[in-house]
């Protein structure tokens, strides 16, 4: 079986696109806030894709 990985920021994402989330912008503070860093191009393309 091949299961597609999206990763935490896509996750937050699709989340966000499906409506199940309003922001993604409060979440990506809590996991840096807990020592959990992505790049933060990554999270600026995330964020400007959903419209934040």
């Given amino acids: 079986m091949k299961?597609?990985?999206i990763g935490t920021?896509?996750?937050l994402r699709r989340a966000k696109k499906?409506?199940?989330i309003s922001r993604?912008?409060?979440y990506f503070k809590m996991?840096?806030?807990n020592g959990i860093?992505?790049?933060?191009k990554l999270i600026d393309a995330?964020?400007?894709d959903?419209?934040?």
């Fill in 37 to 40: 860093y992505m790049n933060q």
């Fill in 24 to 26: 993604i912008r409060p």
């Fill in 50 to 52: 959903v419209g934040e």
């Fill in 3 to 5: 299961i597609k990985r």
């Fill in 9 to 11: 920021a896509g996750l």
């Fill in 31 to 33: 996991l840096h806030s």
């Fill in 18 to 20: 499906s409506g199940l």
């Fill in 46 to 48: 995330i964020l400007d």
